[in-house]
Structures are given as C-alpha cells and as structure tokens.
C-alpha cells in the first residue's frame, strides 16, 4: 500500500505511454496528401559593375575613359593618359586576335585540303611499286618510300612534320627506282613539298604570335580590371547618395552588355 495515499481512498490508475492506433485512422493518416511546398524564390541577377567578357569589357574601360577626362576626378597612383594607353593596348591586342583567328583558320583549311589530296594521290605511288615489283613484292619498298602503316593500310605520317620529312624520303625513293619520271614523280612532289613546309610555318608563326599575345593581354586586363575597380571606390566616396547613378552614367552596372 502506498503509504502517501489515505486509506480507503482508491489508487491513482498507472498511466501508459502505449497508446492503440485505430488500424483504419493510420491508413487513412497514410493516404492524406502531402501540403505542396511553397516554390523557392528566386533571387534576381545582380548585374555586374565590370563586364567579364572581353569585348564588352573593353567597351566598358573606354566609356570610363572619357568619363573620368569629363570629370576632373584623379588617380593618385594611375594617370589618366597611362590609363588610356591601357585601354588603346587591350583593344589592339584583342583586334589583332580576331585577325590572326580567322587568318589561323584558312592555314587549317588549307593544310587539310592538301592532307586530303596527299593522300588520295600516294595510290599512283602504289601503282607505280605494283606495275614494277608486283602486288606482294610491292609492300615491302613502302617504307622506302617515307609510308608508315596505320591500321591496315600504308600512308604518309599524320603529324605534318613527320609528314614533311617523309615527302624529302618519297622524293628520293622516286629517284632511286627510276620512277622520278611518272606524272607524279619527284618534281610534282617537291611542289606537294614546298606548299607543307610553307602553310605549317605560317601555322607555327601564327602559334607563337597568338601565345604571346594572350600573355600581354592577360597583364593588361588586369591592369586595366584593377584601375576600373579603384575608379568604382573614387566614384562610392565622391557620391555617396547617388553612386550607383553615377555609375550607370560612366558606363558601369549596364543590363545588357
């Protein structure tokens, strides 16, 4: 007996955590719909203040340019004349590219046109080793002849220098099995020759000019990427209220670049 309970009195009834569950009240709890979640907003696209892609970046630096002369603000560690040779720099640098762009890609054509032509004419070669050796005897002067074998036939190498180098071979394997007189023997040849050495020359010059060409336009975008960011600063303290105005009006923080 519990002595904290007055006699006679009845026993306070054990409570049970276990509770029954209606089987018909959980299937039904079970095939309630589920509350469709509310659509995440999404956030608006900050326009940047300085554009990321180059030409509008530099469209961006020259409007800057002129606004800074028009405004009688300063730079004390950039003046307005370096700044301004900057801009005229990157802009020669990325026009000039887009020349050499487009010059590299006729060198391409054209090296691939003359891969193609190549090779459909080393099958007069072939002809010319069949006719004189016969077709079993005539596999085995093909490496003498600068070809390589690729996967089941025999062609000249794919890499262009390798390939120019094979042409100086196949010109004089001409010469030496008295085949230099064929239609397409050593002097047509010498010609297929020349025209390789000249386009993968201009291919490699284009190459190195493009190579360093990225190198200063990379220094100079960030020069230039440097000065519009501390112009952004000059501009923030001088206009406090209005900055973001005046930022449009210099050519910073357009919708569509």
């Not at 409570?15 to 039904?28: A, G, K, L, R």
């Not at 262009?160 to 010109?171: D, G, K, N, T, W």
């Not at 050593?186 to 050495?197: F, M, R």
């Not at 600063?233 to 900055?243: E, G, K, N, R």
């Amino acid at each position: 007996m519990n002595p904290f309970i007055e006699s006679g009195s009845p026993e306070t009834p054990v409570c049970n955590d276990t509770v029954e569950m209606n089987p018909q009240t959980s299937e039904e709890s079970s095939n309630e719909t589920p509350v469709e979640q509310i659509p995440q907003v999404k956030r608006a696209k900050r326009t940047p203040m300085i554009p990321t892609k180059l030409a509008d970046f530099i469209a961006t630096a020259e409007l800057v340019v002129v606004a800074l002369r028009n405004s009688g603000l300063v730079l004390r560690w950039k003046t307005l004349q370096d700044f301004e040779t900057e801009v005229i720099q990157l802009k020669a640098y990325h026009e000039a590219k887009l020349i050499s762009k487009s010059q590299r890609r006729t060198i391409t054509i054209d090296l691939q046109e003359l891969d193609k032509q190549t090779n459909l004419d080393l099958s007069h070669i072939k002809y010319y080793l069949r006719t004189k050796y016969g077709i079993r005897q005539s596999f085995l002067h093909y490496t003498s002849f600068g070809l390589v074998k690729t996967r089941e036939t025999y062609a000249l190498p794919v890499n262009r220098q390798e390939r120019i180098e094979s042409l100086m071979v196949l010109q004089q394997a001409l010469v030496n099995h008295d085949l230099d007189n064929q239609p397409f023997g050593s002097s047509y040849w010498q010609d297929v020759y020349t025209q390789y050495q000249t386009l993968v020359a201009n291919a490699k010059a284009h190459d190195a000019s493009n190579s360093d060409r990225m190198a200063n336009k990379r220094i100079l975008k960030v020069a230039v990427r440097k000065t519009l960011k501390s112009i952004i600063l000059l501009i923030q303290s001088h206009y406090p209220d209005t900055y973001q105005d005046v930022l449009r009006e210099w050519g910073f923080m357009k919708i569509h670049y």
